[in-house]
């Protein structure tokens, strides 16, 4: 899985990009005039009141509207961004952090502590997250740390969940406040966008305002995880798996897990398609047979392949991230003496990874009525179907074990 942020602020007239990799640095107010002298006398009123234009004038980019990007130099590093009072610093980081990877995350570094420059740091968290640290300071004037907002502000973790005179802090689920989500071939991508609100002035020929104006497009994806298909011993499914090749006879139960490996997101859930058997290691070799159909027990088989919930009470951290099935032994038959192959089995499956919705909890519809088919065949949003095998499955004589 990898993760990526983008943030654009517009700053009044002025403006700079930074992603979670390269920020750049607030380009300098320019010096201060010194203001004309006023008129020795007032001027004329004119005999006719001034025309309005033609065309209504062109006011800065409100929130919602895309931004063009502005090009500004680089620098990440800047004394300026990271010029912050001992009292208004805010940890970035845990307390043992390196400078290196104080760096990496675009955080300041003063030889002890890791800490938030005065800019904006948007962050994904490995468990699916995005953090959002904004500086009173990274707009000139300075902004309104209250008056800033997100896509969608219902939800507890939609506020910032810190507060200070120089600092606000976000962090929310990647699925949460408004969250859009789109997918592509093999990627899940999230946006959100935050932004702030200005007050305006109205008069009888023009509107202005004197605030910034602030907006800021995150988004992070999630791309194709590694999996692996296990065959083990028991029903407890031990975290350890058994060594190959495993030894079954005629209707001894196989227990068999698929798990994401290497992921902490708890949004994500593993879904199984099809799953069946071959005697070889080649999945697109025949015979075949058939165990699980979109995640469900093969009606045709006698001895039907029984999933096995994988719930919270089963002490693992992400149990989405697992599925669990057990299927009887049983041996392949030459297709025209119907004489026993006592062949080795192999078991392969399908699988996805699901993000659930308001209509939609990834969870395979296995009982459902005639009726209800229309609605059980309703879009989902999956990453690119993968595939996973087992070892090796033998068939033994159960006089070998006695003996």
Known sequence: ?????????????????????????????????????????????????????????Q???????????????????????????GQHKVQCGLPDITA????????CF??????????????????????????????????????????????????PIGTTSVFAIYQFKVTECGTVMTEETDTIIYENRMFSSYQVGVGPFGSITRDSQYDLHCS????????????????????????????????????????ILARTDPNIVLTLGRCWATTTPNPLSLPQWDLLIDGCPYQDDRYLTTPITVGPSSGLSYPTHYRRFVLKMFTFVDPMSMAPLRETVFIHCNTAVCLPSLGDS???????????????????????????SSGELILTDPRELTN
């Open 1 to 57: 899985m990898k993760w990526s942020a983008v943030c654009l602020v517009a700053v009044a007239t002025l403006g700079w990009l930074c992603d979670a990799q390269i920020y750049l640095e607030k380009p300098g107010w320019p010096p201060i005039q010194t203001p004309p002298s006023w008129p020795a006398q007032p001027p004329q009123k004119p005999i006719q009141p001034p025309q309005r234009p033609a065309q209504p004038p």
């Open 59 to 85: 006011w800065p980019v409100q929130p919602g509207t895309p931004l063009q990007r502005p090009k500004f130099p680089s620098d990440p590093g800047s004394k300026q961004s990271c010029d912050v009072d």
């Open 100 to 107: 290196a990877h104080c760096d990496a995350i675009n955080c």
């Open 110 to 159: 003063d030889g002890r502590m890791c800490f938030y420059g005065k800019s904006v740091t948007v962050q994904c968290t490995k468990d699916g997250q995005f953090v959002v640290v904004v500086a009173r300071d990274a707009t000139l004037p300075s902004l309104e740390l209250d008056s800033i907002s997100l896509l969608g502000t219902n939800g507890a973790h939609c506020h």
């Open 220 to 259: 992070a994806d999630i791309r194709a995880v590694p999996l692996w298909l296990w065959l083990l011993m028991s029903s407890r499914f031990l975290l350890q798996s058994c060594d190959y090749p495993v030894t079954k006879v005629l209707r001894d139960p196989v227990y068999t897990e698929v798990r």
């Open 362 to 388: 990834c969870e395979p519809r296995c009982y459902r009525k005639r009726r209800d088919i229309p609605a059980a065949v309703q879009k989902t949003t999956r990453i690119k179907s993968n595939l996973v």
